[in-house]
């Protein structure tokens, strides 16, 4: 524990607090409590400054574009010699499985079905509402959420690699402040950091748990999809989650992630070529023609002469999710990213990940789609009696080796949770030893055990909302850092030597 520094210690004692904040009955503090005071301000921060938010994620994602065009693409995110220490399949499967993972299976059938019942526009259950309810979910999981990933991810790799900084947030805006980031300055900013990841990774392990537990119960009805069950699946996942993150970056999350694309890609698939194949096909073209062609209208969307709050409880709301989320997928995705070029960086960042999440909402959800438009399903009934959880597994039983399928559904669910819980302890157990790129053992070993209990106390007294909350509550300081990330890497740019190589004709 001797590498551990003062944000460590704070950070356990802020995550204590809240944790036993989240515990206490409503009835004791009846509006003091937890569920309340964050809802209220997080309500005021979406009214106020939904289009902050909105304004922020399309400047990070326009910043990252930006580079690729730019004479600072050639800039490596290390020294000049350095190479990438891991292949482009493994580096594409470790961000993927961070940044995704168990959002992307959990939202693949339900978001789209939420949209085509209540589009933001028109009519639901049209064929329109269908077209927007796939744009929208391309929206959500596209460009913009990678862009914000890119933004901590670039500047942490950039200061750490190129620079020798330590990779921590704070260090990474020293052109801004100088040697105060080594001051009580860079403790706030790496606190707040760490906040928000514990908090978003304790809501995602138990939106995973609760997911797992409805797959569980519908393949094996005597298993009650209930506390219980999912408090048990967060003690089973814990321990290998735990083995896996002894063993470090090289061998257990480096594994985990290519099982998880193996076995995304070919649940992926089956439901590709068993399912109604032309017709999903038909969707990602048209729906990925449509999501470029409206990307700069619906990236300042809002309708303040409508009043209608679809834009704030789902746009608004991923987009703050997303920049919660941030310093955990941005300081990982860093770690795993030296060697490469600015240019190479940003194209694989933004464009693999997005594309794969095209076809992903054009294959589960398009599916889901089709079978209540034309084969008179009734998914989103099921969804209203079961949960939103059960959404997946009542597709994939409409078509052949549906049960098989469930399963596998419910190991990829298993490997993203125990990649996603890995990879956190990871990255806490970096950004509270200043920057370690191999940090003890210890401190990973405590930071899964709070993970864990965070996620199983608030499933089992129904805080997990209100910290799900409190977690993107935090994306409204983390927001103001980040631009502060970008003006400190324009200032660090423009001292760099950029040798650019002409070949004449």
């Not at 959990?106 to 019942?117: D, R």
């Not at 009580?184 to 809501?203: E, Q, R, W």
């Not at 193996?262 to 649940?267: D, F, K, M, S, T």
């Not at 030296?338 to 999440?357: D, M, N, S, W, Y």
Request: hydrophobic letters at 50%.
């Amino acid at each position: 524990m001797k590498k551990t520094t003062p944000v460590f210690f704070i950070s356990v004692i802020i995550t204590i607090v809240f944790i036993i904040w989240g515990v206490i009955p409503e009835n004791n503090l009846p509006y003091l409590n937890l569920a309340a005071v964050t809802e209220k301000v997080h309500s005021f921060i979406v009214e106020k400054f939904g289009w902050f938010y909105l304004l922020s994620a399309t400047g990070f994602l326009i910043f990252a574009i930006s580079l690729i065009f730019s004479k600072y693409g050639y800039i490596k995110l290390g020294k000049d010699d350095d190479q990438p220490e891991y292949s482009y399949l493994t580096w594409f499967a470790m961000l993927f499985s961070a940044g995704m993972g168990i959002g992307l299976v959990f939202w693949g059938v339900a978001e789209p079905m939420y949209h085509y019942y209540e589009p933001p526009v028109g009519e639901g259950e049209t064929a329109a509402a269908a077209r927007t309810a796939l744009r929208y979910s391309f929206f959500h999981w596209g460009l913009h959420p990678w862009g914000i990933y890119a933004i901590v991810a670039l500047a942490l790799a950039y200061f750490q690699f190129r620079k020798g900084s330590r990779g921590v947030i704070s260090q990474s805006l020293r052109p801004l402040f100088g040697d105060k980031v080594d001051t009580k300055t860079g403790v706030l900013v790496d606190t707040i950091a760490v906040y928000a990841t514990i908090f978003g990774v304790a809501t995602s392990l138990g939106l995973g748990a609760i997911q797992i537990s409805g797959g569980l119960s519908h393949l094996t009805p005597a298993i009650p999809n209930n506390t219980t069950t999912q408090l048990l699946i967060i003690f089973i996942v814990t321990v290998l989650f735990m083995l896996s993150a002894q063993t470090g970056l090289n061998k257990g999350i480096k594994l985990l992630s290519n099982l998880n694309v193996a076995l995304a890609v070919g649940l992926m698939l089956f439901l590709l070529f068993t399912g109604p194949t032309n017709f999903i096909m038909d969707v990602f073209t048209t729906t990925i023609g449509n999501y470029m062609q409206n990307l700069p209208s619906m990236s300042f969307k809002l309708s303040p002469f409508e009043q209608n709050n679809w834009y704030q409880s789902w746009t608004i709301f991923y987009w703050a999710w997303w920049i919660a989320w941030a310093p955990f997928v941005g300081t990982f995705i860093a770690r795993i990213s030296k060697g490469r070029t600015i240019r190479e960086f940003i194209i694989g960042v933004l464009a693999v990940p997005t594309l794969v999440c095209g076809l992903w909402f054009s294959v589960f959800g398009g599916s889901a789609i089709y079978l209540e438009r034309f084969k008179n399903a009734t998914i989103m009934e099921v969804m209203n009696d079961s949960g939103m959880e059960t959404a997946l597994f009542y597709v994939l039983e409409h078509f052949p080796l549906g049960t098989i399928m469930s399963g596998l559904a419910i190991i990829l669910i298993c490997t993203f949770f125990v990649t996603s819980a890995d990879s956190a302890t990871f990255v806490l157990g970096m950004q509270t030893t200043n920057g370690s790129l191999n940090p003890p053992n210890s401190v990973k070993f405590i930071w899964g055990v709070i993970q864990s209990a965070a996620a199983a106390i608030l499933l089992w007294t129904g805080g997990l909302q209100a910290l799900q909350t409190a977690s993107i509550i935090a994306a409204f300081p983390f927001t103001i850092i980040m631009i502060l990330l970008v003006i400190s890497l324009i200032q660090a740019f423009k001292k760099e030597k950029v040798y650019i190589i002409r070949i004449k004709d």
